[in-house]
């Protein structure tokens, strides 16, 4: 397959047409697996427990913040973190909801989230 410009359709020249459109900047993939991984650092809570049943405050609250920015920084759907969590997907809607409000009305829960959208997204 080949691209207009007659060019063969490679990762490089995806690569380059990515970086013209962001303006030169370096296209960021954030994976889930670095955001269980920060999730897992920050906040001593493992994938498994994330998508385990318990629901004690330190855990619940790490898989809120695991949800918000799996949706934030990825484009994954809300059945497919459901998936990913072990929750219906209206679950993981509800949490992502709930977080998003609190992202608008809370300084310090948004200053939290926006270091943590920054450490994923520059690493």
């Excluded at 970086?19 to 670095?34: H, M, R």
């Excluded at 993981?92 to 709930?98: A, E, H, I, T």
Aim: proline content about 3%; glycine content about 4%; aromatic content about 8%.
């Amino acid at each position: 397959m080949t691209f207009l410009s007659g060019r063969q359709i490679t990762m490089e020249l995806a690569h380059d047409c990515i970086s013209e459109l962001l303006g030169g900047a370096e296209p960021v993939s954030v994976t889930v697996e670095k955001i269980f991984s920060l999730i897992n650092e920050k906040y001593g809570v493992s994938k498994q427990e994330l998508a385990g049943p318990k629901r004690n405050k330190e855990i619940a609250a790490a898989r809120h913040i695991c949800i918000f920015l799996i949706r934030e920084l990825t484009e994954m759907s809300f059945p497919n973190i459901g998936k990913l969590l072990e929750r219906d997907h209206t679950t993981v809607l509800s949490s992502y909801n709930n977080s998003f409000a609190r992202y608008q009305i809370d300084p310090l829960f948004t200053l939290e989230m926006n270091e943590l959208k920054k450490e994923l997204t520059e690493s």
